[in-house]
């Protein structure tokens, strides 16, 4: 059910149904349905501790290619709750970010971990990163996710580490030297603000 929920669409049809909703609430001055909706789960989340509809709301624009809702869902993230919902299901959202080829948002979701000192999330993100540019053969971007996870000192999944392998294989080209000993690496704390500099 689960997995069902985030290979459709259904955070975005969420985030339109509650706007729709809140649009049949009396205008209150200026406000538009977005910044009604995002005041309701603002209300719920801090008078009643409900979560859920936060991040729903959430997951709705950061799923949309609409930069003035990624802003939106920056904000929202502030939310411990909301955190907390969006570590729970991390893998299920980074695959259905990286299904739509949208690398920039993976690439902002690290930003936020970094922001918000959630390390333990980096490697299962960059892991499924590595392995997505691995199996599109794009050996460039590939190179640039191992050099972001040796910057780092995350430890990467098995799996990534072997289709990283098996590319540089079949392109004939030796294996850096940090794929060797990424797996013995130490943490590090490395600022937020080296992630611009890869492109993944």
Known sequence: MQKHFFQTSYPEVLRDVTTSIIAQIPEVGQSTDLDKADELVRLLNELLHL?????TLWQGYFFSTSQNEWGRADALYAYEGVQKLALRNLR?????LLS?????????FLELLLQYDQRSALPIITSLLLSMQCS?????AAVE???????????LSYNSMLRL???????RVPLPQQLLHLKYLKASHA????LPEYKF
């Open 136 to 140: 599109e053969g794009n050996l460039g």
């Open 92 to 96: 299920t959202i980074v695959e259905q």
């Open 100 to 108: 739509l080829h949208s690398v920039s948002q993976v690439q902002h």
């Open 51 to 55: 979560s859920w509809p936060a991040f």
């Open 145 to 155: 996710v191992l050099h972001f996870a040796t910057d780092l000192k995350l430890r």
């Open 191 to 194: 600022h937020k603000k080296l």
């Open 165 to 171: 392998q098996q590319l540089l294989h079949h392109r």
